[in-house]
Every structure is written in C-alpha cells, then in structure tokens.
C-alpha cells in the first residue's frame, strides 16, 4: 500500500466550477500536510498547508484534513483555465524531516 | 529574491561519465533534500541534508553521492552514471530540519543518460 493516495485523473471540471481532489495516507502518525501544484515540466510550488482537523482557507483555496479517516482535500473555487495543473498531496514523516509524496492529480479546466 | 537555484536546467551525458548538478538555497534553510520523478512513480527522496555536514540516505541512494560542506550549497554528484538514472531531478529546501514547514523546490534538472 503507498503512503499517499490519489487518483490520477484527469479530473475535468468547467470553468467557474469547484474542483475536489482527494487524498488519503496511510500513516497515522504524520501531523502536517501540504497541496503542491505542479504545471507540466516545472518544479511543485506550494499552495496550502494543513496542521489539524478541519478546514483552512487561502483565498480560492480550501483544504480539509480529517486525521480519524486519513483524508486530505483540496477544494478549488471558480477553477479557470490557469488552474490546470497536476496537485501532488504530500504528509510530512515524523521521523527525517521527509515529505513522502502522492503520484498526483492531473486537473483540466476546460474554458 | 527568495530562491533555490539548480544547475544546470537540461544536461545529456554518456554511461559512465562523472557528472555534478549543483543546488544553492538564499535563505539560509537548515534542510536540503533531493528527489528525482519519474512518470508514474512520482517524487522519490535520493538524499537529504539535516544541516551542515550531516546528510543521509533517501529512499533511493543507490548511485548518487552528496554533500553539505556549506549551508547553502547541497551538490548531487553521479559518480558513474546510467541509463536508469535519466530522470527529472529537483533539490529542496525547509527552514528547519525538525517542523511543520513545506518545501522550496528549484527549477529541475532534466537529466538524459545515453
């Protein structure tokens, strides 16, 4: 089993609509969790972190954490074209200071 | 600006030929780490640093060398290199080596190994 779950896509979704990408891990001691956003050929860029349960929002940005079911989210609102990307979800290691990533979402934004 | 830079961006070699890609963080993070991703197997820790001269075994270490001789510079060194080993590498950096903080990735190396 890996570490870090998700479907690989495409997730197509229309403009000005809500894309939900899922995550789900398996290890129970992990305590933060990150979204990375990744355009084709470049370097995974940051978006959201996430420490404890519930939701945390950052602008069009959501992210929810549920430690009792190992589930991480990421909402998009008002998704646009320049959204489309592939979203690596990635938990932190307590041990080594390792971020073990999932193999990614790919999104598609059709306008 | 805030940045971890990698050079060089794109680089073909031959089997068996030794070769450095260099990776430089300007905000004095503790941590670096390399990854290589492949499609299908996402990104996989070569090699990370927990400070200065204290550096440790990723997940997949076999072929690669680093080192940490300054705070800033983490160099990923292929002492004979393979076709296997073409790859799409990306070195990191974190404040600290011990906190909740995410990754500073640089721009990649697209490395082709004939």
């Known amino acids: 089993q890996k570490e870090v779950e998700q479907n690989s896509g495409p997730l197509s979704v229309p403009e000005g609509a809500i894309a939900s990408l899922n995550c789900t891990y398996s290890d129970r001691v992990s305590q933060s969790f990150f979204w990375y956003r990744q355009y084709s050929g470049k370097s995974p860029e940051l978006i959201m972190s996430i420490y404890s349960n519930g939701d945390k929002e950052d602008g069009r940005f959501t992210a929810q954490l549920n430690k009792a079911s190992q589930y991480v989210s990421l909402l998009i609102r008002d998704s646009q074209p320049s959204d489309s990307a592939t979203y690596l979800c990635?938990?932190?290691?307590?041990?080594?200071?390792?971020?073990?990533f999932g193999a990614g979402t790919i999104l598609r934004v059709k306008s | 600006e805030a940045q971890v830079t990698q050079n060089p961006r794109y680089l073909i070699t031959v089997t068996g030929k030794k070769l450095t890609v260099t990776c430089s963080q300007n905000m004095n993070h503790e941590y670096m780490s390399w990854y290589r991703q492949d499609p299908g197997l996402g990104l996989r820790q070569i090699y990370y640093?927990?400070?200065?001269?204290?550096?440790d075994k990723g997940d997949v270490p076999e072929g690669y060398k680093v080192s940490r001789k300054e705070k800033r510079n983490f160099p990923l060194i292929l002492e004979s290199p393979s076709p296997n080993q073409t790859s799409l590498y990306f070195c990191?950096?974190?404040?600290?080596?011990?906190?909740?903080?995410?990754?500073?990735f640089g721009s990649g190396t697209r490395l082709t190994v004939v």
């Open positions: 990191a950096s974190s404040p600290k080596a011990h906190s909740n903080y995410g990754y500073t």
């Open positions: 640093s927990m400070n200065v001269e204290v550096t």
């Open positions: 990635a938990l932190k290691k307590e041990y080594g200071n390792k971020l073990v």
